[in-house]
């Protein structure tokens, strides 16, 4: 089977595009006899004429209008192929930079660098922690190649895919009245809520809760990280949403307890958005099925 040279195809595209051999000579720094040989050896190579010089004006055959759009996107993919080359090569030089939300950083995330350290132990990697609006942003200019987050991100140049999902508790003390039961929304209606900090997917989900509870008038403390609102909620500041991975040895140990009301707030995914901006590293791609077998594997043990 004949192989197309992508030198070749360039230049003939380039001709094509210019309408005439020595307007893309020009633009292509070449002779116009070299942009000449490179488009006849290209139809010898393909046995076919792909360019009509009989008028004033060459422009394309059969043959050649097919080839063209064929060749966009070789050429492109050419173009791809290079660049994930270039990415490659620094792949020692250049530190993984993993963004995340806050949420998944404190939870998901270690198990995720502990998996990436076993696999790959001269691996350098940094992590970009913000809101979700900061995350969608990295990943829109290409500043972050892989991002987790607690919920949708706004839309951009990225893809999204669901890893996993945990539960969203509310929780309190372990000596609050409520502890351990099933409340309406009207149990809640003198309680101080623990909203995380500006920006934040949880505090965005308990805002939300409070207006559809009708408890949009309700005493709000704020506070930053879930580390900050387990720990108000520990020593009786107010109730508080969580994950559950969060709290999982503190509701074991009786440090705090679930406040379980209904409706119940709906369950957090944590996904994985890769840019789209520019291509993956090496790592970066590594990355991607890591992260999936470690969210597979804390799925089983859950």
């Known amino acids: 089977m004949m192989r197309l040279n992508l030198n070749q195809l360039a230049v003939f595209a380039k001709v094509i595009e210019c309408g005439g051999f020595s307007a893309a000579a020009q633009v292509l720094f070449l ?71 806050s949420t998944v950083s404190g939870q998901f995330l270690p198990s995720v660098l502990r998996e990436l350290r076993r696999r790959e132990p001269a691996a350098q990697f940094n992590l970009a922690i913000g809101t979700a609006d900061q995350l969608a942003e990295a990943l829109e200019e290409g500043r972050t ?22 539960d969203m508790l509310l929780v309190c003390p372990a000596d609050h009245p409520l502890a351990g039961r099933t409340a309406t929304p009207a149990d809640l209606a003198g309680e ?14 308990l805002t939300d809760l409070l207006h559809s509870w009708e ?62 901006a520019r291509p993956l590293t090496a790592y970066e791609q590594l990355l991607l099925p890591l992260l999936r077998d470690v969210a597979g594997t804390a799925a089983k043990a859950a």
């Open 31 to 101: 002779s116009q006899s070299s942009v000449s040989k490179q488009v006849q050896n290209l139809e010898i190579a393909l046995r076919t004429q792909l360019v009509d010089r009989s008028g004033p004006k060459i422009r394309p055959t059969l043959a050649g209008e097919i080839l063209l759009a064929q060749s966009k996107e070789v050429l492109a993919v050419a173009d791809h192929a290079v660049e994930a080359v270039q990415a490659a090569a620094l792949l020692r030089t250049e530190p993984l930079v993993i963004g995340s939300t």
């Open 145 to 166: 190649g892989i991002g987790l987050s607690g919920g949708p991100l706004p839309p951009g140049r990225y893809r999204s895919e669901r890893l996993a999902e945990d």
């Open 192 to 205: 101080t809520f623990l909203l995380r900090e500006c920006g934040s997917q949880t505090r965005r989900q």
């Open 215 to 276: 408890l949009t008038g309700a005493r709000t403390l704020d506070l930053w990280g879930t580390e900050g609102v387990k720990e108000a909620a520990r020593i009786g500041l107010g109730v508080g949403l969580v994950p559950r991975c969060s709290v999982r040895l503190e509701l074991r140990h009786g440090v705090l307890a679930e406040v379980r009301v209904r409706p119940a707030p709906e369950r957090r995914a944590v996904l994985v958005s890769w840019t789209l």
